[in-house]
């Protein structure tokens, strides 16, 4: 896998039944890393995608699990479907995420990341005190694959995340840091945010968005191309320069038209390309 340089401009992408077809998509764009989504119904052949990844000369910063059953509709769909909080699928989704983090071993991946859903903010709730463990769990079985572990941010305020952080206490624990999600999920200003996650970002998503309208409760706000919602990506950039990181930026856009979605990503890519100069 090529050395990458700092801020490199990569993209978020999921796992085809082709690896090399995947990845050759996300070179043609002219990228050299990403980060890798994997379906919850994929079926993990790291051989495949060892191979696929040193012919192609291609650099997978982080594998993100999914989970059958996800579904981001809404807000409380994203609360009663999302990551580790609803707990009928909680053990289920424990044995696929180690699968994920010996899958990202073996194709040499020192990252693993995910949603692990709304956290409470209550510590003696149930879910609180199941997820945190879990939490451990994962943390000290990905520490034993040389892997960080991180939680996407966004869906909670980040206040509680930084709590949650304490109190799990865990060296490899760390955050993707996805400026987009505060807005959408009305959870805070996402540059003030980053400040105070600092220490604990190991990678980024550069997505946009608006905040969800004032008139319906639970709505989520909308995603936008990057640049045209309210995150002000020349200061979340400008902000990422300030806490001196230097991983790569990883564009998201997570929209049905693939034809829009493309040129979205184009249009990201150069302007990402301006502002990291
Ligand atoms: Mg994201």
């Given at each position: 896998m090529p050395v990458l340089r700092d801020m490199e401009i990569g993209l978020m992408f999921w796992a085809g039944p082709d690896p090399v077809a995947t990845i050759q998509n996300v070179k043609a764009l002219g990228l050299r890393c990403g980060q890798l989504g994997i379906p919850g119904d994929y079926i993990l052949d790291a051989a495949a995608w060892k191979a696929a990844l040193?012919?192609?000369?291609?650099?997978?910063?982080?594998?993100?699990?999914?989970?059958?059953?996800?579904?981001?509709?809404?807000?409380?769909?994203?609360?009663?479907?999302v990551?580790?909080?609803?707990?009928?699928?909680?053990?289920?989704?424990?044995?696929?995420?180690?699968?994920i983090s010996d899958f990202a071993a073996a194709i040499g991946v020192a990252s693993i990341a995910l949603h692990v859903g709304f956290v409470p903010e209550d510590k003696s709730d149930a879910d609180y005190i199941a997820v945190r463990d879990m939490v451990r769990r994962v943390a000290d079985?990905?520490?034993?694959?040389?892997?960080?572990?991180a939680l996407e941010s966004g869906q909670e305020p980040a206040p509680v995340l930084?709590?949650?952080f304490e109190d799990v206490s865990?060296?490899?624990?760390?955050?993707?840091?996805?400026?987009?999600?505060?807005?959408?999920?009305?959870?805070?200003?996402?540059?003030?945010?980053?400040?105070?996650?600092?220490k604990h970002v190991v990678t980024v998503h550069c997505k946009d968005g608006n905040w969800p309208p004032k008139d319906q409760p639970g709505a989520l706000g909308t995603e936008m191309a990057l640049g045209q919602g309210s995150v002000g990506i020349d200061k979340f950039i400008a902000k990422?320069?300030?806490i001196g990181y230097r991983g790569p930026l990883t564009i998201e856009r997570e929209i049905?038209?693939?034809?829009?979605?493309?040129?979205?990503?184009?249009?990201?890519?150069?302007?990402?390309?301006?502002l990291r100069a």
């Open positions: 040193d012919a192609e000369g291609f650099t997978i910063v982080t594998v993100f699990a999914g989970y059958n059953g996800e579904s981001y509709a809404d807000i409380p769909t994203v609360q009663r479907t990551g580790w909080i609803p707990a009928p699928t909680r053990a289920e989704r424990e044995k696929r995420t180690y699968e079985y990905a520490a034993n694959n040389g892997q960080s572990f930084l709590n949650f865990r060296p490899n624990l760390r955050i993707n840091f996805d400026p987009a999600n505060l807005i959408l999920y009305g959870s805070g200003e996402p540059i003030e945010a980053l400040g105070l996650l600092a990422l320069k300030e049905e038209d693939q034809k829009q979605k493309l040129e979205d990503i184009k249009m990201a890519i150069g302007l990402l390309e301006r």
